[in-house]
Structure formats: structure tokens, C-alpha cells
């Protein structure tokens, strides 16, 4: 007997809600009728400033794709041509037998991902460390990290390469991928972000008997997801990109990543045959465009989550 | 799992910190010893490869290890572009892991030698009994520093003048390139109107890409320099001349600059342009008319250009004599052929043009053969570009200058100054030292 009034009292407690959104909606609907009320020649304005700025940024990436698909004599020709036809898939072909382009790719993703997971670990603790935990001389470590941030790492390259040379490290995951692993860039944001976190709720934590590894896995993580992701994110295109200094430590295609890699389908004195050169670049474009939109929802999802509490 | 003493933190940290500082340990110890550990039977071939010639240096180095048992060469990607290799031979230099043979362009070497960073081979050529005389003196002398030479030739330009044929026909010109610039100004608006308001007379590269490696032979051409010996020499009227005609042509909507014309004159919208031997093949093959080739105008006025094959200075000599042994067989008349055939350079050895297979080609590639004809009139470039610091980008700016309408006596004027400037202050005190 008692459920139908436990029921009764949702409805009632619900039915003011809905209406009050209802009119939630209605008077946002009327703002943005009374935005689109500017005039007719804002609203194209807009309109036309938005295809601007998707055509500055598509129709470059939509030529790279088109010109991988065409025959040599057709890239260069005028008027141009906005369609390939014939289309081939020759230039995919080229990419694969004229340099060892699987080789690069398994480079690209080894020196990628442990520079990632290495910067983002080093980044997580060493943020915790000097935000959260308290040890003397904190502050001064921190300055000396952000003084680190301050070099950029054109300066350090000779003396890197001179060590890493010595240890015999030339030519070697391990050469390519420990001098690049280490980051101010991450400590700096990491630790920015875990200070933003409301004191009490680590205070809480810390009451609740959690330690600081618990602290860091049960707590701060979970509110700093967005953070990390956004982080992550960067390292991993950052990384995929890096060009100067596995192109230094890399002999052959045992080392070199795919940015070194394809510099080799262009032609350095002469005439480039780009179809290859664009077929290699769609293809080391895609990966990091698969993880861009995946982590993108997951960076969303972590920044609306707990926004409303529900 | 979670139970992090403090005292354990700290001894963490502090371990940290001094791998911290143990990375940050200078720029070490000098290769002294025979430059960091490279072994004395592997050669390292650190190379750009060139024109694409990468496939082409594996099996001249394949032959080369089946004719030297006990030899082996390792070859290196050193880099996209020349300017890459130099960078990368630059850092080993600080740091040890030398290479045995290292490709030096035109505009690289010289800073390598002033620096004694390569060795002089005169001597080892003497000791290994190696003719040079076989070497096109223009690009065997392009390496000469104080009667000394720091590199052999290897992947050797020039650049050529390319035609449009269908062009050329429709204003009614004859088959061939102009004798020299002031038969070319008579020609100009006979192509302009042949070749209608959309089209361009001469597309020539800017002065970011190698427009002052081009512009020598109109310089050489009306009797001028960028510089005699040491001594700059741009004001000189017969180099203002020179300046004068580019500008005059950009002022009369003859003359384009562009980044890279091959693009351009491959679509057919240019009718002529200066370009490099090494676009020959890739021109030829993009274009859809015919193309023609022919000297630059006037008589042995052919800059010389591309890169040689150096030796660092501070290998042990054994690996020296090793890699001279590889340099001398990576350039002989027989695999000179097959690398420039393979990607357009020129034959590096005079004797190169009489072997069979060399004739057969340019029998078959009339157009490669004019590059061939025209490399006994080529003429090493002065060193105010190839062996000044900055000095091609300085003379490319300047020129840049003069086709944006610019004074031409002033800007020449100015180069002198600057170019003297640079002489005094980086060169002139390691010269003869």
C-alpha cells in the first residue's frame, strides 16, 4: 500500500520539474529566436564566415586525399582537376614497395606509444608529487621542472645526441625514445589541475584512511579525466609527429618513424612524384584522426560529467 | 600497494634528481679515438640518396662488397635534403659515431673544411694511386680550398634550359634555345603573344629556391661576377647590367618567380625556364608535349651544382683508406653511369660518355644528352654563393629585391658590403691558417 504513495510523491515532486524545464526550453527557445532575430544579413554573414573556415581547413585535406588517387600525369594539370579519372590505386601501391612503409609504421607506433605512456606517467606522479604530497624543497623542484619547460629542446639536442652517441644508443628504440620521454610540459599542467581540485574532497579522502596511491587512483584521477585526456591527447600527436630528433638517431627503417620515412618519396633534386607522397600522408593521418574523435567524446563526456547533478 | 613511506618517497625522489642530473651532463668527451667506436671493415655511407637514388647506392654497394671481401658498407638515411645531412654530420661532429663517407653539397663542404671537420684527400688520393684527371675538372675543382681538395663529385647538377616545344612552335621560333639573353629579349614578346594573356614566358625559381644559383649564367653572361676570388663584386656595372635585364624582364610581365617551376612548366602554362638537370626525368615523364632542352645561353657561362662525397677529419686512417677505396668505386666511370642514368645527374668522369651503355642511352634520351654536351662549358660558381655563410640566401633575397622593382645599383651595392662583411669576420682569419 505504501508504494503507490512513495510513486504518487515522485510524480508530484516530478511534474513541476518537467514544467518548470518546459518553460526552461521555451524561454530558451525565445532567446534564440530573438539571436536569430539580428537580421537576415548577420545570420548569412555567419553563416558564410563558417563555410570559410571549413573550406580553409577541408579543402586542403580533400585535395591531399583527391591527388593519392591520381595518376601521375593528371596532378599537374590546367584546369584542374576535381575529380580523378581515372581512379588508381597505384600511388598506394608505390607507397608500400618503394620504401619499407610497414617498417615505419611499426617504428611510429612503438616510439609512440612509449614516449606516451612513459610522458604521461611521469607527468601524473610528478604532478601529484608537487601538488598533493608535501616534502621540503617542493616548490624548488617544481621551479627547476618549469625552468625545464623553459629550453626548447633544439638546445638540448647536441648534448643529447653526444650522450645518448656514447652509450652506444645510436640507432635504437631505446635512444629514440628515453631522451624524448621526459616532460615538463605535463608535470606543469597536471599539477595546475590536480590544485584546482576542491581541498575538502582530498581532505575527506585522507580522512577516510586512503593513501597516496589510493588518494591518487580513487580521487584524483577520476576528477582530473578531461585533463589527462586532453594531455594525452597531445603528447600522442606530438609524438606521432616528432620529426627532429628520431630523424638524428634513426639510420634505417629499423628506427626511423614514418615522418623520417616519407621524406624519402620526395625527390630532393627534381621533379617529386606526389601521388606516393600523398598517399603516405592520408595514411599517417589516419590513426591519429581514429583516436582524435574517440578520445574527443571521452574528453567531453569528462567534462560534462558531474556538471548536473542527476 | 598504497602505503608510500615519506622517507621512501624522498630517497625516490632524490634518486630521481641525480638521473636528472646525470642527463643533463654535457656534450661528453671528444671523439678522439678514432671517432667513437664505428668499426674499421664497416663503412657508414651517410646519404641523402640523392634524386631517389637510394635503390641504385644498394647495389653499387652490393657490387662493391662482392669486389671487396671483408669490406662492408652500412648505408645511413642521413636525410631528406642536403641541408639535413649537414645537420646530422653536424651533431655527430659534437658528439662521436662519425660516419666513414658523408654526401656535401656544393654549399655544405666548405664550412666542414674551413673547420677542419673533413679531411684533405690530395694525399690519401697520392697514396692510393687514384687518377683524378679523369674527374670533369669544373666539378673536381668545385672542392678546392688552398690547393686542397675536401670532397670527389658524386650526384653533380647544372642547370639546363627547358623549352616548351608546342610553344615555341606557335611563335614561331626555331628548335633550339637563344645564343644569349639579348636574342631571348627578342624573342620574349613573340612568345607572349603566341602564348596569350594566361600563359607565362619564364617561370625561374625565387630567391628562397635557388634563383642565384640560376641567375650566374646571366650574370657570367653579361661579363659580370658575384665575386672575383674573394672579393665581391656586385657592383660591378657589367653585374648591375645583369640585374638590370632580370628586372627589366619582370617589368615588361615576362618573367615569373615561383617556388618550384617544375610544377608550373610540367602543366604546360610556361614556356621556358631554367631548371636543374636532376628535373629532366621527372619533367619528361609529367609532361603532356614535347620538351626541349638546350644550353644556357651564352658560352661556358653553366653554373656547376649538387654534391660531393667528403671524408671526416678525425676517423682513424685506416677507416680513411677504406672509405677512399668506397668513394673512389661509388664514383668510377662505370657506376657514375649507372647512378646519373638512374636519376639524372651527370657523369661525374670524363671517360663515362665513351662506355656503351652510357652512348646507348643518350642515343636514346637526346635531352639528357645536351646536359652531357654542355658540361665541358660549365664554369665553378663564384664564392660569394657556394663558400660565404648565408651567401645564396643573401644574393636570392637580393635578387628577389630587384624583381619586386627595387634599385639595382643599391641592392648590389649593399650585398657587396654585406658579403665583404662576412668575409672579414668568418672567413678571412681561418683562411691559410
Known amino acids: ?310 | 600497494m598504497n602505503e608510500f613511506s615519506r622517507r621512501g618517497f624522498l630517497g625516490l625522489a632524490g634518486a630521481a634528481g641525480v638521473a636528472g642530473l646525470a642527463a643533463c651532463a654535457g656534450t661528453g668527451t671528444s671523439p678522439t679515438t678514432g671517432g667513437g667506436g664505428g668499426s674499421s671493415n664497416t663503412i657508414e655511407f651517410w646519404s641523402n640518396h640523392p634524386g631517389n637514388s637510394k635503390p641504385v647506392e644498394q647495389e653499387i654497394i652490393k657490387a662493391f662488397e662482392a669486389a671487396n671481401s671483408g669490406l662492408k658498407v652500412k648505408l645511413v638515411d642521413a636525410g631528406k635534403n642536403y641541408e639535413e645531412v649537414a645537420q646530422k654530420f653536424n651533431a655527430s661532429l659534437a658528439g662521436g659515431s662519425l660516419p666513414d663517407v658523408v654526401v656535401v653539397s656544393d654549399v655544405t663542404w666548405f664550412n666542414f673544411a674551413l673547420n677542419k671537420q673533413l679531411s684533405p684527400l690530395d694525399d690519401l688520393l697520392s697514396s692510393a694511386k687514384i687518377e683524378t684527371s679523369d674527374y670533369v675538372d669544373a666539378l673536381y675543382n668545385d672542392y678546392n680550398l688552398d690547393d686542397k681538395h675536401y670532397a670527389l663529385p658524386y650526384s653533380r647538377s647544372t642547370p639546363l634550359f627547358y623549352y616548351n616545344k608546342d610553344l615555341w612552335k606557335a611563335a614561331g621560333l626555331e628548335d633550339r634555345g637563344p645564343k644569349d639573353w639579348d636574342e631571348f629579349l627578342t624573342w620574349a614578346p613573340k612568345l607572349k603573344a603566341a602564348a596569350g594573356s594566361d600563359k607565362i614566358v619564364m617561370e625561374l625559381p625565387d630567391g628562397s629556391n635557388y634563383l642565384d644559383w640560376v641567375f650566374q649564367n646571366m650574370v657570367w653572361g653579361y661579363g659580370g661576377a658575384y665575386s672575383k676570388e674573394w672579393t665581391p663584386t656586385f657592383s660591378d656595372p657589367n653585374t648591375v647590367k645583369a640585374g638590370t635585364y632580370l628586372q627589366n624582364l619582370a617589368k615588361d610581365g615576362y618573367l615569373k618567380l615561383s617556388k618550384d617551376p617544375a610544377p608550373d612548366f610540367t602543366a604546360g602554362i610556361v614556356a621556358c625556364s631554367m631548371m636543374s638537370t636532376g628535373s629532366l626525368g621527372g619533367v619528361a615523364k609529367d609532361a603532356k608535349f614535347p620538351v626541349g632542352t638546350a644550353f644556357l645561353p651564352g658560352d661556358g657561362n653553366c653554373p656547376t651544382g649538387g654534391a660531393g662525397v667528403g671524408i671526416p677529419a678525425t676517423i682513424s686512417d685506416d677507416r680513411k683508406k677504406n672509405a677512399l677505396k668506397f668513394i673512389e668505386f661509388l664514383t668510377n666511370a662505370q657506376n657514375t653511369v649507372t647512378f646519373t642514368q638512374a636519376t639524372g645527374y651527370m657523369p661525374v668522369r670524363k671517360s663515362a660518355v665513351d662506355l656503351p651503355e652510357e652512348k646507348a642511352f643518350l642515343e636514346k634520351n637526346p635531352n639528357a644528352k645536351t646536359a652531357i654536351e654542355q658540361l665541358p662549358k660549365t664554369r665553378s660558381q663564384d664564392n660569394a654563393r657556394v663558400l660565404l655563410p648565408g651567401g645564396g640566401a643573401r644574393i636570392g633575397k637580393g635578387l628577389d629585391q630587384i624583381v619586386q622593382g627595387q634599385d639595382v645599383a643599391t641592392v648590389f651595392k649593399g650585398l657587396d658590403a654585406e658579403s665583404q662583411q662576412v668575409f672579414d669576420s668568418q672567413i678571412k682569419s681561418k683562411l691559410g691558417a
Open chain 1, 1 to 310: 500500500m505504501s508504494t503507490p504513495t512513495i510513486v504518487g510523491s515522485l510524480d508530484d515532486e516530478q511534474l513541476p520539474q518537467t514544467a518548470r524545464r518546459g518553460r526552461r526550453r521555451r524561454a530558451s527557445h525565445h532567446a534564440e529566436a530573438s539571436t536569430h532575430h539580428r537580421g537576415p544579413l548577420w545570420t548569412a554573414a555567419g553563416y558564410a564566415g563558417m563555410v570559410l573556415v571549413v573550406l580553409v581547413i577541408a579543402v586542403p585535406l580533400f585535395w591531399i586525399l583527391l591527388t593519392s588517387f591520381k595518376e601521375r600525369g593528371d596532378i599537374y594539370v590546367r584546369p584542374a582537376q576535381w575529380w580523378p579519372d581515372p581512379v588508381t590505386g597505384q600511388n598506394y601501391r608505390e607507397l608500400t614497395t618503394r620504401i619499407p612503409f610497414f617498417d615505419y609504421v611499426r617504428n611510429s607506433v612503438i616510439i609512440t606509444s612509449a614516449t606516451s605512456v612513459a610522458k604521461i606517467v611521469l607527468g601524473v606522479i610528478s604532478a601529484y608529487a608537487l601538488s598533493l604530497l608535501r616534502f621540503p624543497g617542493r616548490s624548488v623542484v617544481f621551479l627547476v621542472v618549469i625552468a625545464a619547460l623553459m629550453v626548447p629542446n633544439q638546445i638540448t639536442v647536441i648534448s643529447n645526441y653526444a650522450l645518448v652517441a656514447q652509450l652506444g644508443w645510436r640507432n635504437t628504440f631505446q635512444g629514440i625514445i628515453i631522451p624524448l620521454a621526459g616532460v615538463a610540459f605535463g608535470t606543469f599542467l597536471m599539477r595546475n589541475q590536480f590544485l584546482s581540485l576542491p581541498g575538502e574532497i582530498i581532505e575527506a579522502a585522507r580522512l577516510d584512511g586512503a593513501g597516496p596511491m589510493k588518494l591518487l587512483w580513487r580521487v584524483v584521477m577520476p576528477m582530473s579525466w578531461p585533463t589527462l585526456v586532453a594531455f594525452a591527447l597531445i603528447t600522442v600527436v606530438n609524438e606521432w609527429n616528432e620529426y627532429l630528433w628520431p630523424f638524428l638517431m634513426s639510420d634505417d627503417e629499423s628506427t626511423a618513424p614514418l615522418p623520417v620515412g616519407l621524406t624519402f618519396l620526395q625527390n630532393n633534386d627534381g621533379v617529386t612524384n606526389w601521388g606516393p607522397v600523398m598517399a603516405g600522408t592520408v595514411l599517417a593521418m589516419l590513426p591519429i584522426l581514429v583516436l582524435f574523435l574517440f578520445l574527443q567524446r571521452q574528453m567531453i563526456k569528462g567534462l560534462t560529467a558531474g556538471a548536473v547533478k542527476s
